[in-house]
């Protein structure tokens, strides 16, 4: 199969294209109007350099420096410390995927044109990505304001040859002898290239684009794994029909009752709730509202996506080179709009967790399962069930709602007072990553405990989405109902699953494209 190729123009890029560089490799290519643009921009550049007036970025310091003068014999020399200098980063790597992301944007707004950076510095960017090689970025280092600076400059001391990096092979190795071995030659900065590099949001909103990719995966996953619970709790889907939805019209509400509704058609489980010893009026807010809760997430999502778009649309630098030529400071770098939606999901994720978990907490509760065996056990008593498995998904949820508390609140001025008010949206990227790996345990334990509640209701038929989703978790080695075993291989099994998408891919040949 031919690896897919992506065009850099000078309008920006697409959340598929990001995603496909980052975790899939995609190659990188310049189009020719972006060669052109980069090369007008440029010469915009030097006549200004030549200039005796000094210009920000191009002739001057930076920051609270930024009233030096620099001559001509010390420029190319203050490229260099730019970039040496604000490499200081501390703590563990950050995820190969995030880096390619952070490269590939960056080198987007470069194709803009609105930068400065010559061609030929464009094309080793791209010359990079497409040998594999990404340089060492650590976790701390960026205020997300004036751009992600340090992951930022992390990755331009990799183009200069100098600093670590990860070889194609996943051996890190001193950037200068991966570019060698690939026949890449660093590159040597002039003006504005050094600051060029490094004064963008691309870490926070690479980080956005491939959470928004995850979550839209988690989110019909929890429409799956909500509806397999009701089914295993008895409960009613018509509180899911379409009329009642239509009359309080949030789109996300609607899409995932809608879903909800399309899983358990069929099911022979569902509309107990007011038949046998204890008939409820009612169930419980956790089924019942599952569809409200879900429902404003994917609203979230969606204005996530907004954002999203405005950012990959945007050429974020400081300063700018304009159409008409002058070059112009701007606060465009401030990461705040990027920063507020990464909070935005961290919030909403928790919440979804924190509705799944008790719902899993309902099903192992002998009086409240309406009818289920206490934790789901074989022999109760002698087995314990899943009753720890819902304590670790009880210790994910909690941490998620930490995570919850916003970064964006926090502000930390820093270059003496004149970066006096920042947005902290790389910390919240960083948070909200862990956070989408606890929900995909969290609804991996859900759905665990939902498929063994399903499969104890004896002489009642599961809807055929559920059969189908049932089938294919245990086709993934994830065994049924029995007595005690080591239960973690289970739990793992289960997260794969969950988070390779194959839930979501087991019912939809029975549901049709879930919303």
Partial sequence: MDMQTVVLGTSGTTPQDVVAVARHGARVELSSDAVAALAAARATVDALAAKPEPVYGVSTGFGALATRHIGHELRAQLQRNIVRSHAAGMGPRVEREVVRALMFLRLKTVASGHTGVRPEVAQTMADVLNAGITPVVHEYGSLGCSGDLAPLSHCALALMGEGDAEGPDGVVAPAGELLAAAGIAPVALKEKEGLALLNGTDGMLGMLIMALADLDTLYKSADVTAALSLEALLGTDK??????????????????????????????????????????????????????????????????????????????????????????????????????????????????????????????????????????????????????????????????????????????????????????????????????????????????????????????????????????????????????????????????????????????????PLA
Avoid at 415 to 422: L, N, T
Wanted: aromatic share 4%; glycine share 8%; net charge negative.
């Fill in 239 to 512: 509180v899911l029909e379409p009329e009642l939805h239509a009359i309080r019209p949030h789109p996300g509400q609607a899409a995932s009752a809608a879903n909800m509704l399309a899983v358990l058609k069929g099911s022979e489980l569902t509309g107990h709730y007011q038949s046998g010893e204890a008939p409820r009026v009612q169930d419980a807010y956790s089924v019942r509202c599952a569809p409200q809760v879900a429902g404003a997430g994917r609203d979230t999502l969606a204005h996530a996506r907004m954002v999203a778009q405005y950012e990959l649309a945007a050429a974020v630098d400081n300063p700018v080179v304009l159409a008409n030529g002058e070059v112009r400071s701007n606060g465009n770098f401030h990461g705040a709009p990027v920063a507020y939606v990464l909070d935005f999901l961290a919030i909403a994720a928790a919440d979804l967790a924190s509705i799944a978990e008790r719902r899993t907490d309902r099903l192992l509760d002998k009086n409240r399962s309406h009818g289920l065996p206490p934790f789901l056990a074989d022999d109760a008593g002698v087995d314990s069930g899943l009753m720890i498995a819902q304590y670790t998904q009880a210790a994910l949820v909690s941490e998620m709602k930490r995570l919850a508390v916003p970064a964006s609140v926090d502000s930390i001025p820093s270059s003496a007072m004149q970066e006096d008010h920042v947005s902290m949206g790389w910390s919240a990227a960083r948070k909200l990553r862990t956070t989408i790996d606890n929900l995909t345990r969290v609804l991996a334990v859900e759905l665990y405990a939902a498929t063994r509640g399903i499969e104890l209701r004896h002489g009642l038929s599961p809807a055929p989405a559920s059969a189908a989703a049932i089938a294919a978790l245990r086709a993934a080695g994830v065994e049924g109902p029995g007595p005690d075993r080591f239960l973690a291989p289970d739990l793992a099994a289960t997260d794969a699953f969950v988070r390779a998408g194959r839930l979501v891919a087991a019912v939809e040949p029975v549901t049709g």
